[in-house]
């Protein structure tokens, strides 16, 4: 699985075996590591629609978050991650957005029939 938009940031792909066909990974100059679940990865393309402008800042933060904590996981939700490795720390869309002073603005109809 590749991810289009990462590709612009010229990163070195991590080939692990257990989870590379559902879960990419990559290795950063330092030695540090991240992944990226689909469901994060849905998210961040979202993203793009809202914050066009900002959206180079916002990928580059994915490698900052890295470099600063050696092993991220960024997941849609890190109670129930896709994916479980030891010593990594998980990271949301959230947390990337709160790096960055940003947050989304969520349209919700309160007349709406679909609520749960």
């Known amino acids: 699985m590749e991810f289009k938009e990462l590709e ?66 960024f997941t849609a939700d890190y109670e129930s991650p896709l994916l479980e490795k030891e010593d990594f720390i998980y990271r949301e869309i959230s947390d990337v957005l709160a790096y960055n002073h940003l947050s989304i603005d969520i349209k919700i109809n309160p007349d709406s029939d679909w609520k749960d």
């Not at 257990?18 to 689909?38: A, H, M, Q, R, T």
């Not at 959206?55 to 933060?61: A, E």
């Open 8 to 73: 612009t940031l010229n990163l070195k792909r991590n080939i692990d075996k257990i989870y590379d066909k559902f879960v990419p990974s990559y290795i950063l100059d330092d030695g540090s590591i991240f992944y990226i679940e689909p469901s994060f990865y849905t998210q961040l393309i979202n993203l793009k629609i809202q914050y066009m402008d900002l959206f180079p800042q916002i990928l580059n933060s994915i490698i900052e978050i890295t470099k600063t904590n050696k092993k991220v996981i």
